[in-house]
């Protein structure tokens, strides 16, 4: 096997590999050989790339005790195999993805629910905590679902995934943006759905979060967005920086409108609609869109380098 798979699959090996060797002499009090996390021989028949890929993930745990609770308490072992296997979802397709998901929270649940709600927690650390490096609300979508279908957790420890499926299905990328109203500076209320433009950037921002004073600095270098921004085609433009203040204090906003770049369309909710109607998932800011000309979503809260680079290319 000469792929590039085998290469991941090598590597993954020598990681794993390395650090319970690196680690073999710290182990609990005990333990009389050191434990490594064990990848699935791939066989031989697969020879298509793609093939190989699935063949991983699908199987991935297949030699993991999920009954042995005391590997959660060894992260060398657990936790990395588990980053490692999160790294292989884009290269699969979303349904491969789906089942594997749920075929080891299965096995996790089967062997102990300690182990079960140790899996569901690295999930969100990963896949949802908004400075997760791995941030992915498309991959933490079918954990969610697994949660909330499952007739195995109670229906209090449902309550919080099933608000964040709800949330998680809204503005997903390739839907329809919802639509709202939104305030500028004079008083002019205006659509999201209004605006002609190729492409729209929503930003949901406050201006007194450090975060968000440092996407100006950023903006700021991407010259090929500000190039865009000043393009026109007739009454349509090639992209609209459309900035949105979803919080109460208006007078608040008002003070650092002058720090804000002309070019951006800044303005804020009156009344909190967005907020109050769960219209889009705020819940952290600062969070960016990508819209194209029929405010289609093509990113939903990426960073704003994500959204340059897409636009550059």
């Known amino acids: 096997m000469k792929s590039y798979t085998r290469n991941i699959v090598i590597g993954l090996c020598v990681a794993l590999a390395a650090c319970s060797f690196s680690r073999g002499k710290k182990a609990e009090q ?28 699908a199987r991935y745990w297949e030699h993991f005790d999920f009954a042995d609770t005391s590997l959660i308490r060894r992260p060398e072992i657990t ?3 588990f ?6 979802f884009p290269r699969v397709p979303y349904a491969d993805v789906e089942r594997a998901i749920a075929s080891m929270l299965d096995r996790a649940m089967d062997a102990d629910s300690v182990m079960f709600a140790h899996f569901t927690s690295l999930y969100e650390k990963y896949l949802y905590d908004p400075n997760s490096p791995m941030l992915s609300e498309e991959f933490y979508i079918p954990v969610l679902r697994y949660i909330v279908a499952s007739p195995r957790v109670g229906e209090v420890d449902k309550l919080r995934p099933a608000f964040r499926l709800e949330m998680a299905l809204k503005n997903r990328p390739g839907s329809a943006a919802t639509d709202f109203v939104y305030t500028l500076p004079s008083g002019k209320r205006e659509k999201l759905s209004d605006i002609r433009a190729d492409y729209t950037i ?4 406050n201006p007194d979060c450090d975060a968000c004073r440092a996407i100006k600095a950023e903006f700021e270098a991407a010259d090929f967005v500000n190039f865009l921004l000043r393009e026109k ?9 459309l900035s949105v203040y ?11 409108l002058k720090e804000q770049p002309k070019s951006w369309v800044c303005a804020y909710d009156d009344g909190q609609v967005i907020k109050e109607q769960r219209l889009y998932d705020l819940r952290a800011i600062p ?11 093509i990113f939903k809260d990426v960073p704003f380098r994500v959204i340059a680079s897409f636009l550059e290319q």
């Open 202 to 205: 929503l930003f949901f921002n």
């Open 83 to 88: 980053a490692n296997y999160l790294q292989l």
């Open 30 to 57: 005990g333990a009389a050989r050191v434990q490594a996390f064990r990848l699935p021989e791939i066989p031989s028949i697969y020879t298509d790339e793609r093939e190989q890929v699935k063949y991983l993930v």
């Open 233 to 241: 085609r007739g009454e349509s433009r090639r992209l609209v920086f």
């Open 287 to 297: 969070t960016f869109y990508l819209l194209d000309r029929d405010k289609k979503i």
């Open 79 to 81: 936790e990395q195999a």
């Open 246 to 256: 979803p919080d109460p204090d208006v007078e608040a906003w008002r003070r650092h």
